[in-house]
């Protein structure tokens, strides 16, 4: 932890073991915000004036919890606001046509949606055993001729009599409703609005760009069957939509690159006109020849993304946005700003009903923030990433015990059952998995005897309730747990794919660090995927004197190739000619006259990036003047035409690949110095020049610089 902080600065400004010996966290959600102070008080201050604003920064930096802290503070300061209700209620001169109205206040009236008279309902029971008694009366009869008899004569009038009307209830009541329409057919319940919003305090309402009907309402369809029922007039088909249901208040869009054009014009004209009418969005639906008046939606849009997604707004929405507020992904590493994490740890932990963490724990989340930041000055503000990592080491810290609970399953059996499974199953990943299992089951071995102490055994367990356990358990978040979240990058894919390429083609590369001087063979350095992991790449270069010059590539792209050798060709001149390298004839190192190879020996995709230059110059320098590269260091750096070592990114995963695959030294660009995070392990050359490496990385050691 030593290399982490400044001389004579502590980690944090407070001294704990454990996060439960720290103070609660403020329940309030903007007080829970860390590093965003500025963006935050954009943010209050747009939201106080009525502005719109749009949020755009890398995921999980917090752009959701800045409107849902805004929101819960909007809500607390009503004290302007007059509740609303919305209410729906029937056209009788145009029933396609419902009204909707906003009255201010609580609508006394409320009532209840009940099945309207004109919906379909199945015939009563009676009618059908009158139907059906009738129904057998006068088959009888009319096989058998009317009877003479008055009595039974009166019995048969009655029965057809009987028949008839059933008939016509039947009839009705199944196809009388799709007749009706709401003049002719009118219930008493009909006429009576709907109360379709209460709004009691100040919304904030929250909705995907890309979920039209939940963003700008809809009129339901009116199916043969199905919800709602058959005949439900168009007043209370109406779905009020979000930009309705923040009038007053905030609406909130998030994923702003999913939202379709039309949407976009549509709240367009809502924030222009400050209200809009809704109609069926579906054009099959009988909701489609349905449309209200215009409803009130006097709503402050705040949207947010990432930076590129607001090549998807269009130019007049992107114009009425007053505020266009850019969050921030790092922050310095101060104290203040460990103190910040160290809270948003805690917050983590409570808001999410974790187990408290150790100091080592927490000092080992700083670390990963600067490894995620890139650099050892800066810690990551992508805050959700973190969380996962806090809330997946807890999840192992409690598979421990669970793991007592469950089994005591030796290791052999975790073998056996390995043996057994199906043939396409990776052997090599399930051993490496079986590996950390068995880690796992040795250290629940070692921390057996401690916990008998605690005098819970696993059947004592279900006495307990799950509270009860984690406070006699003492289970903690520990460094280990921490590091075995990392450790199988199980918080990011790419990152799980990177250690899987790793695993799977270390062992076959051809990489052999330490060993004997080579010419033309250099390990240059490269980081695998977006936030993956650093890999060791050998170069090779052949120069040949040649009838037909020309330059050979292998898993290099041109530019970065023709750079090279650009710089290589004018900077061995500069240094022969300077003395710094062994002489040679002009015709010598003239490379106009030669064939080159360049091989990024067993790479897989081509390397591009320009980080690899100063390594392709030095190997191609060697080649050409035919001195020995020694093996002992690998070497990342972007070159310039001066000679000047400039810096790179994700200089410490190189710098780890280098470590792993065994190298002595690494030399990397001065200016990167200041983003090493561990230098444990391997000597770590910071460079400024071509110029100063030189001696340090040929075989002949007569040669200096200056
Ligand atoms: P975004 O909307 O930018 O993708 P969120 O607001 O959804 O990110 O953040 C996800 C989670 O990450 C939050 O619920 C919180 O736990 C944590 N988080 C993100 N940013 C911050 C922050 N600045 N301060 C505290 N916690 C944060």
Same mark, same amino acid.
């Given at each position: 932890?030593?290399?982490?902080?400044?001389?004579?600065?502590?980690?944090?400004?407070?001294?704990?073991?454990?996060?439960?010996?720290?103070?609660?966290?403020?329940?309030?959600?903007?007080?829970?915000?860390?590093?965003?102070?500025?963006?935050?008080?954009?943010?209050?201050?747009?939201?106080?004036?009525?502005?719109?604003?749009?949020?755009?920064?890398?995921?999980?930096?917090?752009?959701?919890?800045?409107?849902?802290?805004?929101?819960?503070?909007?809500?607390?300061?009503?004290?302007?606001?007059?509740?609303?209700?919305?209410?729906?209620?029937?056209?009788?001169?145009?029933?396609?046509?419902?009204?909707?109205?906003?009255?201010?206040?609580?609508?006394?009236?409320?009532?209840?949606?009940?099945?309207?008279?004109?919906?379909?309902?199945?015939? #009563?029971?009676?009618?059908?055993?009158?139907?059906?008694?009738?129904?057998?009366?006068?088959?009888?009869?009319?096989?058998?001729?009317?009877?003479?008899?008055?009595?039974? %004569?009166?019995?048969?009038?009655?029965?057809?009599?009987?028949?008839?009307?059933?008939?016509?209830?039947?009839?009705?009541?199944?196809?009388?409703?799709?007749?009706? #329409?709401?003049?002719?057919?009118?219930?008493?319940? +009909?006429?009576?609005?709907?109360?379709?919003?209460?709004?009691?305090?100040?919304?904030?309402?929250?909705?995907?760009?890309?979920?039209?009907?939940?963003?700008?309402?809809?009129?339901?369809?009116?199916?043969?069957?199905?919800?709602?029922?058959?005949?439900?007039?168009?007043?209370?088909?109406?779905?009020?939509?979000?930009?309705?249901?923040?009038?007053? %208040?905030?609406?909130?869009?998030?994923?702003?690159?999913?939202?379709?054009?039309?949407?976009?014009?549509?709240?367009?004209?809502?924030?222009?006109?400050?209200?809009?009418?809704?109609?069926?969005?579906?054009?099959?639906?009988?909701?489609?020849?349905?449309?209200?008046?215009?409803?009130?939606?006097?709503?402050?849009?705040?949207?947010?993304?990432?930076?590129?997604?607001?090549?998807?707004?269009?130019?007049?929405?992107?114009?009425?946005?007053?505020?266009?507020?850019?969050?921030?992904?790092?922050?310095?590493?101060?104290?203040?700003?460990?103190?910040?994490?160290?809270?948003?740890?805690?917050?983590?932990?409570?808001?999410?009903?974790?187990?408290?963490?150790?100091?080592?724990?927490?000092?080992?989340?700083?670390?990963?923030?600067?490894?995620?930041?890139?650099?050892?000055?800066?810690?990551?503000?992508?805050?959700?990433?973190?969380?996962?990592?806090?809330?997946?080491?807890?999840?192992?810290?409690?598979?421990?015990?669970?793991?007592?609970?469950?089994?005591?399953?030796?290791?052999?059996?975790?073998?056996?059952?390995?043996?057994?499974?199906?043939?396409?199953?990776?052997?090599?990943?399930?051993?490496?998995?079986?590996?950390?299992?068995?880690?796992?089951?040795?250290?629940?071995?070692?921390?057996?005897?401690?916990?008998?102490?605690?005098?819970?055994?696993?059947?004592?367990?279900?006495?307990?309730?799950?509270?009860?356990?984690?406070?006699?358990?003492?289970?903690?978040?520990?460094?280990?747990?921490?590091?075995?979240?990392?450790?199988?990058?199980?918080?990011?894919?790419?990152?799980?794919?990177?250690? +899987?390429?790793?695993?799977?083609?270390?062992?076959?590369?051809?990489?052999?660090?330490?060993?004997?001087?080579?010419?033309?063979?250099?390990?240059?350095?490269?980081?695998?995927?977006?936030?993956?992991?650093? +890999?060791?790449?050998?170069?090779?270069?052949?120069?040949?004197?040649?009838?037909?010059?020309?330059?050979?590539?292998?898993?290099?792209?041109? +530019?970065?190739?023709?750079?090279?050798?650009?710089?290589?060709?004018?900077?061995?001149?500069?240094?022969? #000619?300077? %003395?710094?390298?062994?002489?040679?004839?002009?015709?010598?190192?003239?490379?106009?006259?030669?064939?080159?190879?360049?091989?990024?020996?067993?790479?897989?995709?081509?390397?591009?990036?320009? #980080?690899?230059?100063?390594?392709?110059?030095?190997?191609?320098?060697?080649?050409?003047?035919?001195?020995?590269?020694?093996?002992?260091?690998?070497?990342?750096?972007?070159?310039?035409?001066?000679?000047?070592?400039?810096?790179?990114?994700?200089?410490?995963?190189?710098?780890?690949?280098?470590?792993?695959? %065994?190298?002595?030294?690494?030399?990397?660009?001065?200016?990167?110095?200041?983003?090493?995070?561990?230098?444990?392990?391997?000597?770590?050359?910071?460079?400024?020049?071509?110029?100063?490496?030189?001696?340090?990385?040929?075989?002949?050691?007569?040669?200096?610089?200056?």
């Amino acid at each position: 932890m030593k290399n982490n902080i400044l001389k004579g600065e502590y980690m944090f400004s407070i001294k704990f073991k454990t996060t439960d010996e720290l103070p609660e966290p403020s329940p309030r959600l903007i007080d829970q915000i860390i590093g965003q102070d500025e963006a935050l008080n954009i943010v209050l201050s747009a939201v106080k004036n009525k502005r719109h604003a749009l949020l755009l920064g890398d995921p999980g930096v917090g752009k959701s919890m800045m409107v849902k802290a805004v929101g819960e503070l909007i809500e607390k300061s009503s004290t302007d606001f007059k509740p609303y209700t919305i209410l729906a209620k029937p056209n009788l001169k145009n029933p396609e046509k419902p009204i909707v109205e906003l009255v201010e206040g609580h609508y006394e009236e409320k009532v209840e949606i009940i099945k309207p008279s004109m919906v379909r309902q199945p015939p #009563s029971i009676l009618t059908i055993l009158i139907f059906m008694i009738a129904f057998t009366a006068i088959t009888s009869y009319l096989m058998k001729g009317l009877p003479d008899s008055k009595v039974l %004569g009166i019995i048969a009038t009655v029965s057809i009599v009987a028949f008839a009307l059933a008939f016509v209830i039947i009839f009705l009541t199944v196809f009388g409703a799709t007749k009706g #329409s709401m003049s002719n057919a009118v219930s008493p319940m +009909d006429l009576k609005p709907v109360v379709l919003y209460e709004c009691k305090k100040r919304p904030l309402v929250r909705a995907s760009a890309y979920n039209v009907t939940k963003l700008l309402g809809d009129v339901k369809h009116c199916p043969l069957g199905g919800k709602p029922p058959l005949g439900t007039p168009p007043h209370k088909r109406i779905i009020l939509g979000a930009i309705h249901e923040a009038h007053k %208040g905030i609406l909130y869009v998030d994923e702003i690159k999913t939202m379709p054009p039309e949407v976009q014009d549509y709240i367009l004209t809502a924030l222009q006109d400050k209200c809009l009418a809704i109609s069926g969005r579906n054009p099959n639906s009988s909701g489609a020849t349905v449309e209200t008046n215009p409803i009130p939606c006097d709503f402050t849009l705040i949207m947010s993304g990432n930076m590129d997604d607001v090549n998807n707004l269009r130019a007049p929405l992107l114009d009425r946005i007053d505020y266009k507020i850019v969050l921030k992904n790092k922050m310095e590493n101060t104290q203040e700003n460990r103190d910040k994490l160290l809270q948003f740890i805690i917050q983590e932990i409570r808001n999410n009903n974790l187990h408290p963490m150790t100091y080592e724990a927490c000092c080992e989340i700083v670390k990963i923030a600067q490894l995620l930041a890139g650099s050892k000055d800066r810690l990551t503000l992508r805050l959700r990433r973190l969380s996962n990592i806090i809330k997946m080491a807890n999840d192992i810290a409690m598979g421990k015990n669970i793991k007592d609970i469950i089994n005591e399953m030796s290791e052999e059996e975790n073998i056996k059952k390995s043996e057994t499974l199906p043939v396409n199953v990776d052997k090599d990943k399930l051993k490496s998995i079986m590996g950390v299992l068995n880690k796992i089951t040795e250290k629940d071995k070692e921390n057996k005897e401690e916990k008998e102490k605690t005098g819970i055994t696993a059947t004592d367990k279900t006495k307990y309730s799950k509270k009860e356990i984690k406070e006699k358990e003492k289970i903690y978040i520990d460094r280990e747990h921490v590091l075995s979240v990392v450790n199988t990058g199980i918080y990011s894919m790419t990152k799980q794919v990177a250690i +899987d390429y790793l695993r799977n083609f270390k062992r076959y590369k051809n990489i052999v660090p330490n060993d004997s001087p080579k010419v033309g063979v250099i390990y240059g350095l490269a980081v695998l995927g977006s936030d993956g992991i650093g +890999d060791v790449t050998k170069i090779i270069t052949q120069i040949v004197d040649s009838k037909n010059p020309g330059t050979h590539l292998l898993n290099i792209t041109g +530019d970065l190739a023709k750079h090279s050798i650009t710089l290589a060709s004018a900077l061995s001149k500069k240094y022969v #000619s300077e %003395g710094k390298l062994p002489l040679k004839s002009e015709e010598e190192i003239d490379l106009n006259s030669k064939e080159i190879y360049i091989q990024f020996s067993q790479s897989y995709s081509k390397i591009d990036g320009d #980080s690899a230059t100063a390594a392709v110059c030095l190997s191609i320098i060697s080649s050409l003047l035919k001195i020995p590269l020694k093996q002992d260091f690998a070497i990342t750096g972007s070159l310039d035409l001066n000679g000047n070592i400039l810096a790179i990114g994700g200089v410490n995963e190189k710098i780890n690949a280098a470590k792993e695959y %065994g190298f002595k030294r690494v030399i990397i660009p001065e200016s990167n110095m200041i983003d090493v995070i561990d230098s444990e392990g391997i000597t770590i050359i910071p460079a400024k020049t071509l110029e100063e490496i030189i001696p340090l990385v040929f075989e002949n050691t007569s040669l200096k610089s200056n």
